[in-house]
């Protein structure tokens, strides 16, 4: 036996003993991880057992093994493949020239199996560092793979053979299982593929492996899946041969807060013809660019200066894939942009020009653009082109839109709503030998609103001696001023905003000397700015020996601590305030609660409309008190009662059916301790009632409503909001409002807004009103359409305005607020009344008509020679000026176009 016959049986001993080796040890791993069973047995009955060698152990021995089986199963493998990499080219019905390489991962200090079922391709040849890897079946038709320690790369050659269905080709694709598996193809352009698992996405050229001419390369992204079935079918359409077009689907976001908007957009393309990977994103100036991520990564973007707004040259990392071969992945862009509050503000648009929008995919759940308000802001009014509002969730906060045009725009008005405060103070008083002490917990709430800064007024002789916060981990800021009355007033200043969202609640120790406690001492901290407040109290000891007991039935309401429920069983010191006491426990009741009130002014009985003001003069004062109703606020009243009601009716646009009104009532006085009753028409509907900025609930019998009155506080305002029914007419309409009816009489002031489309053209009343109609810009009144109206968009050559916005290439900033309205003030509250509108639309078309008619007439006339006689001519102009002098808004844009006529051919010869 020579020196090499010995070296190969020595081999293929070693091999033989690695392969016993690691199939004992697979079988072994099989045994220990194997799923243990459990069956009840009787002990007594033996022979009921279930067949097998049986043997008794302890329970704890028993038990022990059942953990060690458990952590055995858990316990992650020693070797494992983290990625997997196949390729070939598709050669008819058979993948050639295929090319794996494995990326082994072995933790053990030993060799360790890997296995490879239920790899199903051709293996011709594997490689491992420059030599052959260790690999084969084991005893029971395992394909397992030794992996040395740590990590190593083992490389291969395959093929694997389809099948023919007609005229596809279907290729039955098993692999090894790793964490990541991918399979990248050679594609005839002619063909294209599919793949029952996994993702298919094409791949631009690599220069370390050309693509074969004619071919595509596309990538089949199978991640943990170790089967698939790949389906080759020859396409009809050239690929190369078509341009390029990209589909664009878009999906939006947009949180709109106090420092600004921030907008993350979603776009998800779609190509046919030529590969791309050149885009081009546009947005306006005023935007910031956080970030732009392709499959969330960071990709380049460079600035483009040619184009008037702002955009970016991106190039993605591979080509966009073609519409059969699926969706694009995700390109998110994410972008920053100030808001104006109070004012027209347009949503910043994020477009890739070039491509053409299409509409998500039948049964998608997720709208095309979700709007989320936070507080403390809110949306005031919005107004949509190629929008369609789909949900509107969480207390008017989160909108929803689907895009329904090409075109699309949302112009939003964000505002913060009117703050409106509540408090509600828990207190306990304890007697001690050198006067009183107090346990105070005040909880402060916001119907609507914000702030961040509360305030209480102390009555006089208490002193604070601790404060702090309900939640130990928030840290206020607090002090203390002396107020007139020799009184405390404590503001305290918080981190987060009292808001609708989340309370704020304070413990307070206050200090009072001396034994006597009166009336003028309670309650002894008031909350400030506040709508309402509820103040509870229990005295450890009998109050009977103080001032207090002789006037408990007026301003103390005895209460049981068990009929206290929400929101006081939800304080912190509730337990500690109501478990002794022994006083009793009480709520606060003041007999009468005044407010100071400005001096009435004095208003006319008669009613005065008047055309409201522009955007820049001060909104007009609101009607407090008038005739009779101001006398009886001046007397000394403790009762509250409505002194005025102000209806501000927005009226219907053309393609709407209801006119929307809201009356506001304003009360004055003290306490208004009954309900407040009304009566609206059938034809109205009650949408809601607000009670001092509040939702608050109704009660009807059929003809009256009723507001149940408030527990606690001052009834300042009620605000009735209803619709009625409304229909335009071709030109002109009337539309008749009615009105709330009272059980009392109040003032009434009445203010009318009508549509951007629409004009008001008689006062809003009946044709006695007195006053003065508006007379209009006076070009509009003696050139008609060619003059400036308020509703003027077109270029009119004969205005200055519109020549300076044309060389400056600026618009002026139209909003939502500017529309045509009247107001005019009654001593009572009327049934109803009746405004006329007209269509300016149409109006102006017939202004135009008129014009070019009147043009016409006087060209003929000078092309025959007969023209009229000087005479007939003067009277005709005298006329036309005082018919456009004396014809009211907007009829002047008819009378005023054949009066531009006549001035335009007395001009031009």
Known sequence: MNG?????????????????????????????????????????????WPAGPWRSVPRQDYLELVREIAIQRSRPRPAWIQMARYSARIDGPRLRDGRLSLQLVNTSPGP????????????????????????????????????????????????????????????????????????????????????????VEALADDPARKIPAGHRRMRVN?????????????????????????????????????????????????????????????????????????????????????????????????????????????????????????????????????TQAVGNLPGTVQPDLTLSIREPLELKTFRTVGWQQTADAVGGRNFTFSCIAATNSLELVIGQPQRSLAAD????????????????????????????????????????????AANPATRVEWRAIVVKGNRQQLIVEWPDAVDTT???????????TGNSLAVEDLPMIEPLDCDRHRFIFAASSPLDDTQLGGSAHEHLEPIRPEALGDPWESFTSFQAVTESATGGCFRWTPSSITIPTKPPRAVEPTRTPTRSPSKTDPPPPVVEAVGESAERLSDADDTG????????????????????HAARITFAGGTFRRPFRFRLPSQSHLETVLVNEQVAGTESDGQWIAIP????????????????????????????????????????????????????????????????????????????????????????????????????????????????????????VPTALTVTLVRHDRLTAMGWLVFVLTLIVGGCCR???????????????????????????????????ALAACWLLLVFP
Not at 333 to 351: F, H, K, N, Y
Not at 807 to 814: A, G, N
């Open 863 to 897: 092309v025959s020679n007969r023209e009229p006689a000087a005479t007939w001519t003067a009277s005709s102009l005298a006329g036309l000026v005082l018919l456009g002098w004396w014809t009211p808004v907007p009829w002047t844009l008819v009378s005023g176009g």
């Open 112 to 199: 360790s199996v890997i296995p490879l079922t239920p790899l199903g391709l051709s293996i011709e040849s594997l490689d491992q560092s420059g030599a052959a890897p260790t690999w084969g079946t084991t005893a029971d038709g395992t394909v397992v793979l030794i992996a040395p320690p740590g990590q190593s790369t083992v490389n291969g050659r395959w093929s694997l053979a389809g099948r023919e269905v007609v005229s596809l080709i279907e290729f039955a694709a098993t692999l090894a299982p790793a964490v990541q598996s991918s399979l990248v193809l050679d594609l005839p352009i002619s063909h294209r593929l599919t793949t029952s698992e996994g993702q």
């Open 222 to 354: 199978l991640g943990r899946r170790t089967r698939c079935q790949l389906v080759v079918e020859r396409t009809t359409s050239p690929v190369q041969s078509t341009p390029t077009r990209l589909f664009l689907r878009q999906r939006s976001s947009c949180e709109i807060a106090v420092n600004g908007a921030r907008i993350v957009s979603e776009l998800v393309f779609e190509r046919t013809g030529q590969p791309t990977r050149e885009l081009i994103l546009s947005m306006p100036k005023s935007v910031r660019i956080e970030s732009i991520l392709y499959d969330g990564e960071n990709i380049d973007a460079r600035p483009v200066t040619s184009l008037p707004e702002q955009a970016w040259r991106i190039t993605l990392p591979a080509p966009l894939p073609h519409a059969q071969d699926g969706p694009s992945r995700i390109l998110q862009v994410t972008v920053d942009s100030d808001i104006q509050p109070g004012r027209a503000w347009q949503l910043p648009r994020i477009s890739v020009p070039g």
């Open 502 to 512: 989340t309370p704020r609640s304070l413990l307070i120790q206050l200090s009072r």
């Open 709 to 828: 009155p408030l527990e606690q506080g001052v009834l300042r305002t009620i605000e009735i909001r209803y619709t009625t029914p409304a229909k335009t007419g071709f030109l002109v309409s009337s539309r008749t409002i009615p009105f709330p009816q009272t059980e009392t009489d109040v003032t009434f002031a009445w203010q009318v807004e009508a549509p951007a489309d629409q004009l008001v053209t008689t006062p809003a009343g009946d044709s006695a009103t007195t006053g003065l109609l508006p007379s209009g810009h006076w070009t509009a009144r003696w050139l008609g359409p060619l003059g400036r109206g308020p509703h003027q968009d077109i270029f009119n050559p004969l205005s200055p305005t519109n020549w300076r916005q044309l060389l400056t290439s600026t618009h002026p900033d139209r909003t939502l607020s500017e529309r045509d309205s009247w107001r005019s003030s009654l001593a009572s």
């Open 641 to 660: 009662r409505p002194v005025s009601m102000l209806v501000l009716s927005r009226l219907a646009p053309v393609d709407a059916d209801r006119d929307h």
């Open 4 to 48: 090499e016959s010995l070296a190969w049986w020595v081999g293929a001993a070693v091999t033989g003993i690695l392969f016993a080796g690691s199939g004992s040890s697979l079988h072994a791993q099989q045994r220990d991880i194997s799923p243990v069973r459990t069956q009840a047995v009787d002990e007594a009955q033996t022979a009921n």
């Open 425 to 468: 103070v828990l207190a306990r008083i304890d007697r001690s030998q050198s006067g009183w002490t107090a346990s105070t917990e005040i909880a402060w709430s916001a119907a609507s609103g914000s702030s961040f800064t509360t305030r209480s007024l102390l009555a006089p002789g208490w002193n604070i001696v601790d404060l702090r």
